[in-house]
């Protein structure tokens, strides 16, 4: 008897299991970068940041990962010149949409996102990191299946810099971690 109904459950299951397969998307993806770097140096400048991107989502519960690899650059005002934090930015979010029907959806996102810095003109202010990480956390719009349209808010968790050089070129030892706000709008092919 326990034969049969074990066969019989596991017959059912089978039945009523919907076969679950990743849909990947590959997209571009560039936005607008608000950042606010917690220093006593300068105001913040605003940025943009560009690059390639891929999402994998199951598709019956919308749960998915949105990957990227995005070239930032971001900047600070000090002493009347801009100078750029340029870096590779790669977040990794987990991503849940809900469907409103095939042409509209509405997303929300959470995840990592770990910076490589590049060559920076700023090195000459600010003793920068070689790599930071922040956390990412986001809402946003799929529209006509290809376009995807985020604002996100990034935290960072850890310095980007540690140390400025002061207007009496003396080196001051800081805690500097970079905020964003992030516009974003991406196509996926």
Not at 111 to 117: D, E, V
């Amino acid at each position: 008897m326990k034969k049969l109904v074990s066969t019989l459950l596991v017959f059912m299951c089978l039945l009523i299991t919907v076969p679950a397969q990743a849909q990947i998307k590959f997209g571009l993806k560039g936005g607008i970068d608000m950042s606010k770097v917690t220093t006593e140096i300068g105001d913040n400048a605003t940025g943009f940041f560009v690059g390639p991107m891929m999402e994998a989502t199951l598709p019956i519960i919308g749960l998915g990962v949105d990957v990227a690899a995005l070239y930032s650059q971001s900047g600070v005002k000090y002493n009347g010149a801009d100078e750029k934090l340029k870096s590779i930015e790669v977040p990794v979010n987990l991503k849940w949409t809900v469907g409103l029907g095939s042409t509209l959806g509405v997303f929300a996102a959470v995840g990592p996102q770990f910076g490589f810095n590049l060559d920076n003109g700023v090195d000459a202010v600010l003793e920068s990191k070689k790599c930071a990480v922040s956390v990412n956390v986001g809402v946003g719009l799929k529209l006509i299946r290809h376009l995807q349209l985020g604002v996100n808010y990034n935290i960072g968790a850890s310095k980007i810099a540690g140390k400025y050089l002061s207007e009496s070129n003396e080196y001051v030892v800081d805690n500097f971690r970079k905020n964003s706000w992030q516009v974003s709008l991406a196509y996926m092919f």
